[in-house]
């Protein structure tokens, strides 16, 4: 009698058994995989403009890199131009990311941006840094709403702000800091 109490209990225990885990139905669903994030890097860009006007070479352009940033826009890394606008004088513009929009001519300048324009019989050279530059390769300027230093020589200054026509090499600079070093007085008998 043992026997036939074992194994109904044993078979009442099966059945508990195999009745709990029908009702634990879990649904296994296919993986999928998550949407990949699209992204390339491609390195040693250069690109050349011609200007409309005179069919001459306006800038070349050149990066390490070019990447996609985490919203979906093309960047520059260590970005370098070299600018000659018709009639102007030549510039040379570098930063470590840059952004050049081909159909509007925007540029966007950032994180150690440098302005140099070479120096000329004339002139010496002019090296305008900041943190971030704003330009238009069409409409040929630059400016920044972000403090600046200017050296033009021995000449230096900073400004809160500047903005620079590069075709008429006109600059404009705001809230100008100067450090002036007088010459040393020396006082003499006039007679």
Known sequence: MNIK???????????????????????????????????YEVSEIKAVQTSAETGETEYTLTADSLVQTHSGEDEMVNAAMTWTPP???TYHISAKRAKLDQETGDLQLADGAV?????????PELVITGDVFVGNTKARTVHSDSPVMVMQGEDRF???????DLQSGEYEFYQIEILYNAAERKDKPLF
């Open 5 to 39: 109490i074992l194994s109904i209990l044993g078979a009442m225990a099966l059945a508990a058994g195999v009745w709990f885990f029908y009702k634990e139905d879990v649904e296994v669903a296919p993986t999928v995989p998550a949407k990949p994030e699209v992204s």
């Open 87 to 89: 009639e102007g004088e």
């Open 115 to 123: 302005l140099t324009r070479k120096a000329t019989q004339n002139k």
């Open 158 to 164: 900073s400004a809160q702000r500047f903005s620079a």
